[in-house]
């Protein structure tokens, strides 16, 4: 494996970088002599870990790509040739070598540059991404649009090896086959799951089968023995048992793609001249390399998972004053939900865990290490996870799927045909419901309520604390028939847990304060903010807790009560929870002025989670406004009129 240089720590000070500093366009890095890149390459990865130490974000994904970054600026001509990254977690080297380098200190703040790439920020940025897996199809559908155009324009996606678990992505490597495509895919192998160990022999071969004499050999062959039919199969026989010998590549092979690999994919000279053998070559191509996750920074190589993204690294001060004892940290709402499930599996062995991928985030570990015969990390399939549960519900199971607001889009199908119209004992633990901070609207959970609210027979609970959360999480065990309770990212107001394991009343919300006029009626997180509000507005505040099946006796008292209600969410308004509580008045025939506050019909773009709640009027000022501005408007004119 190339030698590279291997930082214990991230650099405090801006690294010199005289060679990078040149480049400010792929077009530059091209006019750069081969002998150059290695150093290139050095004082890129040296500037990656300074300025992710300056701003936080992924970190250890970024590292391990660096050289092929490198490679197919260098070798491909972007962005007329199309280059489309799988997920965009390790997109920071490819941002800082089409022109962002400067902007990398701004990277997911408010107004700064997004974590992943985006198609309004780069044209280098051939496709926004942040769900895993698209990368084939997208690169798909631009190989397909280049052949429509006869541009001659290339198409690379770039695949991890944990995104190639989906279904997804062997869809469009099966469709690709068949049209015998004219684009290239990576297979980032970062993992050593899918390859044997890479050497000098599988480095030999692999050279071999991207260079121009073999393909140009077995091009030949198959035009001369076009017209022997036998001796045509024997030899593509003969070529697929000689691969299978010496590359783990029969699957791609069989599914159309000419199989290159596995190559040490930090060795940038190997990459170099791998990418300029398959650049001239026609049909589908199939590159696997080998990479170490955090390749270059010795923590981030021992601890891949620990290191996936960092928090920005403050400045020591030159006077350090004396440690204080740190106050004990709030359980994060993922940590509220992993205690919970094991304290629920304790008592019912029916009870399985399942995550799409999303162990640590989801707070399973715990789960895994006690109960690893009822834990099922599915991987990157969303939609098998959905079904998985469902057919664990047919037989008695009890399965509860912890899984993102913005993962369970993808299983929406298997939800509603797998689950609901079966009517299936199924819990969905839905974490990052809500605004998520600088992860941007790819991975915010803004519309759960609304896709779930429509489903008949679904249970949907909106728990306000950590307190509220466990018990509504057992509500839903308990409850027979698919239910769900969302929650967000991050911690809580910090209440008092109860250990006790108990089922709330399905349906039923609770008054928490008494005021005059307006009558707010808060779904999920956002209480504090709202009775911080209510306090100068002297407003009433119900917590609802549910969704659906709505407390329809606390509307209606509410309305008889007050001249205004005030819904309030962290879910796009269309179709959420405030749609729920003004058809049911309409269905009454109780005219009464209600007013929606939730998230706005746009896709909120990153910053942290404050500032985003603040940008859309959901913190307590914004609330308070909004209600004061109305209740003025409504001042204007008689109550009687209002009513």
């Not at 269309?574 to 269905?587: D, P």
């Not at 005219?591 to 942290?608: A, E, I, N, S, Y």
Request: charged share 20%; glycine share 10%.
């Amino acid at each position: 494996m190339q030698d590279t240089y291997i930082f214990r720590e991230i650099p405090s000070q801006r690294p010199n970088t005289p060679l990078l500093d040149r480049i400010d366009a792929p077009a530059q890095l091209r006019e750069l002599p081969p002998e150059n890149l290695p150093q290139l390459a050095r004082e890129l990865r040296s500037f990656l870990l300074w300025t992710v130490g300056q701003t936080g974000g992924h970190f250890g994904a970024g590292l391990g790509v660096l050289e092929l970054s490198v490679a197919l600026h260098y070798v491909f001509n972007t962005p007329e040739d199309r280059l489309v990254w799988d997920v965009g977690h390790q997109a920071y080297p490819h941002k800082i070598l089409t022109g962002r380098r400067e902007q990398m200190g701004s990277i997911r703040r408010k107004g700064g540059l997004a974590g992943f790439p985006k198609r309004a920020e780069s044209e280098y940025d051939t496709f926004g991404v942040g769900h895993s897996s698209t990368s084939i199809s997208a690169a798909l559908g631009m190989a397909i649009a280049a052949r429509m155009q006869n541009t001659g324009r290339k198409s690379i996606a770039v695949i991890g090896d944990g995104a190639m678990t989906a279904g997804m992505a062997f869809e469009a490597l099966n469709h690709a086959g068949h049209l015998h495509a004219d684009m290239l895919v990576i297979l980032n192998d970062n993992d050593m799951s899918i390859s044997r160990n890479v050497g000098g022999l599988s480095n030999y071969f692999a050279k071999l089968l991207a260079s121009r004499t073999y393909n140009q050999v077995r091009d030949g062959s198959k035009k001369v023995l076009a017209g022997t039919p036998n001796l045509m199969a024997l030899a593509k026989k003969t070529e697929e048992h000689f691969k299978g010998m010496i590359a783990p590549g029969t699957l791609f092979e069989e599914l159309g793609f000419n199989y290159i690999g596995p190559i040490d994919g930090h060795d940038l000279p190997l990459l170099v001249e791998t990418l300029e053998n398959i650049r001239d070559l026609d049909g589908p191509q199939f590159l696997h390399i080998v990479t170490t996750k955090g390749k270059g920074f010795a923590p981030a190589e021992a601890d891949p998972i620990g290191y996936h993204a960092i928090n920005k690294i403050e400045p020591v001060p030159a006077n350090k004053p004396e440690p204080v004892a740190p106050k004990p940290a709030s359980p994060k709402y993922a940590n509220v939900f992993g205690q919970w499930l094991c304290d629920a599996a304790e008592q019912d062995e029916r009870i399985v865990g399942i995550t799409p991928a999303m162990c640590e985030g989801s707070d399973l570990l715990a789960f895994s290490e006690r109960f690893p015969d009822r834990y099922f990390d599915v991987a990157i399939a969303e939609q098998h996870a959905v079904t998985l549960a469902a057919g664990l519900a047919c037989d008695g199971a009890k399965p509860v799927v912890a899984i993102y607001s913005t993962f369970l889009q993808r299983g929406y199908d298997q939800l509603v045909h797998d689950v609901a119209i079966q009517d299936l004992d199924v819990l969905f633990a839905i974490d990052r419901a809500g605004l998520v901070g600088e992860d941007g609207p790819t991975h915010a959970g803004a519309f759960d309520i609304s896709y779930l609210r429509c489903i008949p027979g679904m249970v949907i609970m909106t728990p306000s604390d950590e307190n509220e959360t466990r018990q509504l999480l057992h509500t839903g065990l308990v409850h027979e028939g698919p239910a769900a309770v969302r929650y967000p990212r991050g911690t809580g107001p910090g209440a008092e847990i109860s250990q006790e394991l108990t089922s709330l009343p399905i349906g039923k919300g609770r008054r928490i304060r008494e005021g005059a006029r307006i009558a707010i009626l808060n779904f999920g997180p956002l209480l504090e903010p709202a009775l911080r509000a209510a306090e100068e507005l002297n407003a009433t505040v119900a917590d609802m807790r549910f969704v659906k099946p709505l407390d329809e006796a606390l509307v209606l008292e509410l309305a008889e009560q007050h001249d205004l209600l005030v819904t309030l969410e962290e879910n796009a308004i269309a179709g959420g929870a405030g749609s729920a509580v003004t058809e049911f008045l309409c269905a009454n025939e109780v005219t009464l002025p209600v007013m929606h506050l939730g998230l706005p019909d746009r896709f909120v773009d990153h910053g942290k989670p404050s500032e985003l709640l603040a940008e859309c009027g959901l913190d307590a000022e914004g609330i308070k406004n909004a209600i004061a501005g109305r209740l003025e408007r409504m001042l204007e004119r008689p109550v009687s009129a209002a009513k």
